[in-house]
Nanobody
Framework: QVQLVESGGGLVQAGGSLRLSCAASGRTFSSYAMGWFRQAPGKEREFVAAITWSGSSTYYAASVKGRFTISRDNAKNTVYLQMNSLKPEDTAVYYC?????????????????WGQGTQVTVSS
């Protein structure tokens, strides 16, 4: 069974940085794309970033491009989200996710496995 466990969330002032981590277990981590999503109160869950199985390609939502960086360490079965220049509108629960069977990310692709989420709060 695939398990995803996020960590690294917290409270930070606007303009600050946080790095989220997602530790994966239960299957061969390096064979699948990985993604980060977020859900703010009263809003739908939205895509934030994704990375292919090898890390050679990354994808970002327009709202975070240039500020956030997704990366992965296949030796550690971990994917990261480095968040810089944080804004109050980045406040949300951030989720790590994985598809059932895909090396790559495509827009609108289904992600089947989800972590429990980690809260990120950015104060103004």
């Amino acid at each position: 069974q695939v398990q995803l466990v996020e960590s690294g969330g917290g409270l930070v002032q606007a303009g600050g940085s946080l790095r989220l981590s997602c530790a994966a277990s239960g299957r061969t981590f390096s064979s699948y794309a990985m993604g980060w999503f977020r859900q703010a109160p009263g809003k739908e869950r939205e895509f934030v970033a994704a990375i292919t199985w090898s890390g050679s390609s990354t994808y970002y939502a327009a709202s975070v491009k240039g500020r956030f960086t997704i990366s992965r360490d296949n030796a550690k079965n971990t994917v990261y989200l480095q968040m810089n220049s944080l804004k109050p509108e980045d406040t949300a629960v951030y989720y790590c996710a994985a598809p059932r069977s895909s090396y790559y990310h495509t827009p609108g692709m289904r992600y089947d496995y989800w972590g429990q989420g980690t809260q990120v709060t950015v104060s103004s």
